[in-house]
């Protein structure tokens, strides 16, 4: 008991100074675990002091620390901390850290999915903090209210007795890790929603309409942090989800390749058959593969690159941070798997064998001639018939530069595109250039 006292003591202590001194908290290994665990939200900078760029934003962060530090003195709502990630390589490792800076949201001390990636001046940076403190439940008056929800949407609702309770308090804690992935609505000690919860608190998944699903109740335990965010983040993040300018640099800080549906804004048939194919074929391949799907007229560029225009969508295409290859007809994409051996192509590296050396044509139907012997006896032999005389087998179909250079030739697949939308290295310095 006497211990857990003086840890506490010392705590404060240490983050008395802290403030004193001002600017950001200065985070090692001895002291991130408990910062991180007794604050409600930390922002941390992960810096370089050889990065000119970390040099930049070092006085702007510190500014902010102090203007968050007076805004919200409140003891463990918000903490501006920073790792030098030269020092602590450990730490910025841990985090998966190889660009500098590099902003990353902690949460009740788990990670969030998405970096900080908005100007970095002390205005935009209070924005920011502001929002994260702002509750991210609606909640519901009337049953009525929950036949106003965005059908678009997905949600995870809860019905609870208490607003103190636990199992609300965890609720609060899982809506704002996922705030960024999810809608989250919420009765609270409601007598119009007694038979949503007959017997206790009840949480389930409201899936957007057309996706052919129906409502999911949460079986395990609401108090248990892990399984609870384990679940609603499956239900969140989907398995196809649609790419804009907004989250290109988020989507290819990832990592993983593109398989991007290319649609009309108003087409929505395909995305859902997209989003079924997906599901069904390639559940295994989460890891492997980002599924994508993406508005035609805000990616002209990706589909020029393909020789293609928004008269040819929609269309499925695998963008690999190094070359562009066409799913070749996307009515078949429900065919013997063959999006799953797409991707699998991809992979095993068969996409880029088969541009260099295309796989032969069919071979055509022979065809019976009858012509007449020397005699004036018919004869019957086996004819194929000709090929135009100007194909060239050894040049493929999906060749974009042919499409946008005709009469050149290309020695490779289409360069990617959305490599381009990779983070700015106006921004930030990569550690894999040193």
Not at 77 to 82: E, F, N, S, V
Not at 95 to 120: D, F, S
Not at 325 to 346: A, R, T, Y
Not at 370 to 392: F, Q, R
Request: proline share 5%.
């Amino acid at each position: 008991m006497w211990t857990n006292q003086l840890r506490s003591s010392l705590f404060l202590v240490f983050f008395y100074l802290t403030y004193v001194n001002g600017g950001a908290i200065q985070l090692t290994s001895s002291n991130i675990d408990s910062v991180l665990s007794s604050h409600d939200v930390v922002l941390v900078n992960f810096y370089a002091n050889w990065c000119r760029f970390s040099q930049m934003l070092d006085p702007i962060y510190n500014e902010l620390a102090d203007k968050v530090a007076k805004e919200f003195p409140q003891h463990g709502l918000i903490a501006i901390g920073k790792v030098d990630s030269d020092a602590d390589n450990a730490i910025a490792a841990k985090y998966h850290v190889n660009k500098y800076p590099t902003l990353k949201l902690i949460r009740h001390g788990l990670l969030t999915k998405r970096e900080y990636r908005g100007a970095r001046q002390v205005d935009a940076f209070m924005d920011f903090i502001r929002k994260q403190i702002v509750t991210e439940i609606t909640k519901l008056s009337t049953p009525s209210d929950l036949f106003t929800l965005d059908t678009k949407k997905r949600y995870i609702v809860g019905h609870f007795d208490d607003e103190n309770s636990d199992n609300y308090k965890m609720f609060m804690k899982i809506a704002g890790l996922l705030r960024d992935e999810c809608h989250f609505v919420a009765s609270v000690n409601k007598d119009d929603f007694k038979n949503e919860r007959p017997l206790t608190d009840v949480i389930y998944y409201r899936p957007p309409q057309g996706l052919n699903e129906k409502d999911m109740y949460y079986m395990g335990g609401i108090n248990e942090q892990e399984a609870l965010l384990t679940w609603s983040r499956e239900k969140c993040i989907p398995l196809v989800r649609e790419i804009t300018f907004a989250n290109a640099e988020e989507l290819t800080d990832e990592g993983l390749p593109f398989l991007i549906l290319f649609h009309k804004s108003d087409d929505h048939e395909s995305v859902v058959a997209f989003e079924r194919e997906v599901a069904k074929q390639l559940m295994n391949e989460r890891t492997n593969i980002n599924c994508l799907h993406a508005d035609g007229a805000q990616f002209l560029h990706p589909l020029q690159h393909l020789g293609k225009s928004m008269n040819d969508l929609p269309l499925i295409a695998i963008d690999s941070f190094k070359h562009m290859f066409l799913f070749p007809d996307i009515n078949e994409m429900s065919k013997d798997g063959k999006l799953l051996q797409f991707v699998k192509d991809l992979h095993s590296e068969k996409l880029h064998r088969d541009f260099h050396n295309p796989p032969p044509a069919t071979q055509p139907t022979t065809t019976t001639t009858v012509s007449p012997n020397a005699d004036g006896s018919e004869s019957k032999s086996k004819h194929i018939p000709k090929t135009s005389s100007t194909a060239n087998v050894d040049q493929p179909a999906n060749n974009a530069k042919q499409f946008l250079n005709p009469g050149s030739h290309s020695s490779a697949p289409p360069e990617s595109v959305f490599i381009h939308l990779s983070p700015n290295r106006q921004r930030y310095s990569f550690r894999d250039e040193l």
